[in-house]
């Protein structure tokens, strides 16, 4: 893997992680993955029947990636280690930020695709059914996430959400 | 209008030279055309680059004059293109020849043509059975269907049109177009535009060929048009075409010994030869170059599909 | 409501009843959307509306002022009509302000039904002429006509002249040079076609592979359409934007034309002196933000030109496609 700048938010995200191993963070993601799945239904009838695929959000500047199973009856979010990734259908690549950007502040995936800052893999029309359904939701899903976990989200959110980046 | 009597064989037609060729080739061809093909219907025109225009008008009379001497129907098909002054007026002009048979390619010719009788070309997007009433209440009674339309939607037109009197035709070989622009691409691809093109189009009388960045063969660039690099040909599928009424079977002026086309087709549509001879002889006279057939069978175009059952209910 | 020329109605894209209700906040006077299927031309997976979700985005729009024009603009093959008469019929029964059209069958048919309805000529019906346009016009009672992107303003301003409806014109997004309506490029190439099933380059049909030596290249079915070193900015691969190789051009080249993307901000002016009675956004395959960004910032620009103001359209670049902008045809006939 190539060495990466780490935005702080990166930084940040790897610090939890490092204190959250991951079969700690599992339940965070189920709950937020749940969440999710209950309060934006469209986001299902989008993927039609891509709903049963796998996507790999391979969150490249962590020490982890994330599997994502839109299934509505057993929605799942799991994150691995990338040398334990499963066969999945397709395979988002970007930086943390980028990619939290995506949910947070709807930031349009097309500049970020032609910028090659996101590469996808895999089935195309997999990842469009899904950057069409993610954006058929009004405000933020990374709010709506953080909305679970009441101060604690609300801390993460604006750690997040701090866009200043000091020069390593 | 023109009653609707299935003629016992389909017409055998050439559409209209697609290409820039220089005058002397032009005339020589349609020479041949006259005296040494069964073909029953020609089209002739300018109907890619107004540009060109002028070269054929010399010609065109004495061309057309020939091939009537010689027992054959002469339409004449307009601009698929129509924006420019000079286009808009060569257009209405040819609606109101009066005398002569006119293909409509263009909707502004629609206008002048309105109400008499005339055909429409395959760039008229008649897709459907709705379209099709609508212009044949305004005077359409011979339709060339766009090159896409797959083999059910061609049997459902011809049900339809022979109900309405009219004709369909329906192209059998040659490259099929695939899109226009205002650009010309044959000029941009020697750095120069349409208006300082100096015709240079005329070096590549089969178009110039595209491929992809792996070599892979793809696309002909045709001054403003773009084209498959197969050959559309439907062989097998003549015998489909004759049972469902199709009326008119288009042949496209290819850098191929058309002559020997011709007389492939004119066996296939009187049923002298069987499918198998008739691919034979078509690929041996089309060497170099392949053949298509995914359009009709709902499949992408470059696609050739062999020995498929006749049977499209 | 009749429209005059003092008008200037922001036409704006939307692919979700999400964009739609941002485009409406934003500012856009009219919308226009289709459903999920192959009677619009953006028949993008995931994308496009429901029934019920017109319904709700009808509503939304129409309490804030704002119209809802349903695009009903690709060509219905012989046996599948009736698709488009049933979503002309939904179309009517939600009250949308008018109905985007290209086939004249389907203008036919609306006209015949639905007499009262608005019929807008789509630009995929390619009427590039007073005389075409005036075909329409006079046979089908066309109201308004979307003008190919192609055309200068002079020839605008002539073609106002002589036809009798309005005139939309495209001031910003994806920029195409091959007539639109008339493209069998994708259907040659994967086996659906644009024209009939209302897409373009469809996603199913595309690859991205990387290759070892750090490059990517981008497929459509068979075919490669494109290769990018690692410093070079990707492209979706659409055919007509891809690179090939021609005999005297064996380095690969834009045999079509360069990603552009068009923004006629500087011209808005010269447009509405020209006659134009509405401008279009296009970028119904968009996101929200692209939404929200590119209709405020027309809005604005809009409401300064026609007050007189000077409008600041610096924003915008960000926002087109291939990072390179363009004013297309619209100032010079030289780039033909």
């Known amino acids: 893997m190539p060495q990466l700048d780490r935005t702080p938010q990166a930084r940040f995200i790897t610090r939890l992680a490092a204190v959250l191993p991951l079969p700690i963070m599992q339940p965070v993601l189920d709950r937020i993955v749940r969440r999710i799945a209950a309060s934006h239904s469209e986001i299902f009838d989008r993927l039609g029947s891509y709903r049963y695929s796998t996507y790999v959000i391979d969150t490249e500047d962590l020490p982890f990636a994330l599997v994502l199973s839109p299934d509505p009856d057993q929605p799942k979010l799991r994150a691995v280690k990338r040398k334990d990734l499963p066969p999945h259908d397709a395979r988002i690549t970007g930086t943390f930020l980028s990619l939290f950007k995506l949910i947070d502040t709807g930031e349009d995936g097309d500049a970020l695709f032609f910028s090659r800052t996101l590469l996808i893999s895999g089935d195309t029309e997999a990842v469009v059914r899904l950057r069409n359904a993610l954006d058929d939701v009004d405000g933020s899903i990374a709010a709506d996430a953080a909305g679970l976990f009441g101060l604690t989200g609300r801390f993460v959110l604006s750690r997040l959400r701090h866009s200043t980046a000091p020069s390593l | 209008m023109m009653t609707s009597n299935l003629p016992a064989v389909a017409a055998l037609t050439l559409g209209p030279i697609a290409y820039h060729w220089s005058a002397e080739t032009r005339r020589d061809f349609y020479a041949k055309i006259a005296d040494e093909t069964p073909i029953d219907t020609v089209y002739l025109?300018?109907?890619?680059?107004?540009?060109?225009?002028?070269?054929?008008?010399?010609?065109?009379?004495?061309?057309?004059?020939?091939?009537?001497?010689?027992?054959?129907?002469?339409?004449?098909?307009?601009?698929?293109?129509?924006?420019?002054?000079?286009?808009?007026?060569?257009?209405?002009?040819?609606?109101?020849?009066?005398?002569?048979?006119?293909?409509?390619?263009?909707?502004?010719?629609?206008?002048?043509?309105?109400?008499?009788?005339?055909?429409?070309?395959?760039?008229?997007?008649?897709?459907?059975?709705?379209?099709?009433?609508?212009?044949?209440?305004?005077?359409?009674?011979?339709?060339?269907?766009?090159?896409?339309?797959?083999?059910?939607?061609?049997?459902?037109?011809?049900?339809?049109?022979?109900?309405?009197?009219?004709?369909?035709?329906?192209?059998?070989?040659?490259?099929?177009?695939?899109?226009?622009?205002?650009?010309?691409?044959?000029?941009?691809?020697?750095?120069?535009?349409?208006?300082?093109?100096?015709?240079?189009?005329?070096?590549?009388?089969?178009?110039?060929?595209?491929?992809?960045?792996?070599?892979?063969?793809?696309?002909?660039?045709?001054?403003?048009?773009?084209?498959?690099?197969?050959?559309?040909?439907?062989?097998?599928?003549?015998?489909?075409?004759?049972?469902?009424?199709?009326?008119?079977?288009?042949?496209?002026?290819?850098?191929?010994?058309?002559?020997s086309v011709a007389a492939v087709f004119d066996d296939l549509r009187r049923g002298m030869i069987e499918s198998n001879e008739a691919e034979e002889r078509l690929s041996e006279i089309c060497i170099g170059t392949r053949l298509s057939n995914g359009f009709f069978h709902g499949l992408a175009g470059y696609r050739r599909i062999t020995k498929a059952a006749a049977s499209f209910s | 409501m009749p429209l005059d020329s003092a008008t200037s109605e922001l036409v704006c894209p939307a692919g979700t009843p999400a964009a739609l209700r941002t485009a409406v906040d934003a500012g856009a006077d009219s919308i226009y959307c289709g459903f999920q299927n192959e009677t619009n031309a953006r028949n993008f997976p995931g994308l496009n509306f429901t029934p019920d979700q017109l319904a709700g985005s009808v509503a939304y729009a129409h309490s804030r002022g704002a119209k809802v024009l349903l695009a009903l603009n690709t060509y219905p093959p012989a046996g599948k009509f009736a698709l488009w008469r049933e979503a002309a019929d939904l179309g009517a029964k939600l009250n949308v302000d008018a109905f985007i059209v290209a086939d004249i069958g389907v203008a036919a048919y609306i006209k015949k039904n639905y007499p009262d309805r608005r019929l807008h000529l789509s630009v995929q019906a390619a009427a590039a002429s007073p005389e075409a346009i005036r075909y329409y016009c006079e046979t089908l009672a066309v109201k308004r006509v979307v003008l190919?992107?192609?055309?200068?303003?002079?020839?605008?301003?002539?073609?106002?002249?002589?036809?009798?409806?309005?005139?939309?014109?495209?001031?910003?997004?994806?920029?195409?040079?091959?007539?639109?309506?008339?493209?069998?490029l994708t259907n040659y190439t994967t086996g659906l076609s644009t024209n009939m099933d209302g897409v373009c380059s469809p996603a199913a049909d595309?690859?991205?592979?990387?290759?070892?030596?750090?490059?990517?290249?981008?497929?459509?079915?068979?075919?490669?359409?494109?290769?990018?070193?690692?410093?070079?900015?990707?492209?979706?691969?659409?055919?007509?934007?891809?690179?090939?190789?021609?005999?005297?051009?064996?380095?690969?080249?834009?045999a079509f034309e360069e990603p552009v993307s068009l923004n006629l901000a500087r011209l808005l002016s010269d447009l509405i002196g020209a006659g134009v009675n509405a401008f279009k956004i296009e970028g119904r395959q968009r996101s929200r933000s692209y939404v929200r960004s590119v209709v405020s910032a027309f809005r604005t620009a809009v409401d300064d030109v026609r007050a007189g103001r000077e409008p600041d359209i610096a924003d915008l670049l960000a926002l087109t496609e291939g990072r390179k902008e363009t004013q297309g045809a619209f100032e010079t006939k030289k780039w033909r």
């Open chain 3, 206 to 254: 595309v690859e991205y592979r990387p290759e070892a030596d750090g490059t990517l290249s981008t497929r459509l079915g068979a075919f490669t359409i494109d290769r990018f070193g690692p410093d070079e900015t990707a492209g979706y691969p659409t055919i007509c934007k891809g690179r090939y190789i021609a005999p005297g051009r064996p380095e690969g080249y834009y």
């Open chain 2, 45 to 259: 025109g300018e109907v890619i680059c107004s540009k060109r225009a002028p070269f054929f008008a010399n010609d065109l009379p004495e061309i057309a004059e020939r091939l009537i001497k010689a027992g054959k129907t002469v339409v004449f098909s307009s601009l698929a293109e129509v924006m420019t002054v000079r286009e808009r007026r060569i257009t209405t002009e040819m609606m109101t020849l009066g005398e002569a048979e006119v293909e409509v390619n263009n909707s502004a010719g629609l206008l002048a043509i309105d109400g008499r009788p005339h055909r429409l070309g395959p760039f008229m997007n008649v897709y459907n059975e709705e379209t099709l009433s609508v212009l044949a209440g305004r005077g359409a009674h011979h339709v060339c269907l766009p090159a896409e339309l797959p083999g059910p939607a061609v049997a459902l037109m011809a049900e339809a049109a022979a109900a309405l009197g009219v004709g369909i035709e329906v192209q059998v070989f040659g490259r099929a177009p695939l899109a226009t622009s205002a650009r010309c691409y044959h000029a941009r691809a020697h750095g120069r535009t349409k208006d300082n093109c100096r015709f240079v189009c005329e070096e590549d009388p089969d178009g110039m060929p595209l491929s992809t960045r792996d070599g892979v063969p793809f696309l002909r660039v045709n001054g403003v048009q773009t084209q498959s690099e197969t050959y559309l040909a439907l062989i097998e599928e003549i015998a489909y075409l004759k049972e469902i009424g199709v009326s008119g079977l288009r042949l496209m002026p290819q850098q191929v010994d058309m002559v």
């Open chain 3, 148 to 184: 190919p992107r192609i055309l200068t303003i002079p020839e605008i301003r002539q073609i106002k002249r002589e036809i009798p409806c309005e005139i939309e014109t495209f001031i910003f997004g994806n920029h195409g040079l091959m007539v639109e309506g008339r493209c069998s």
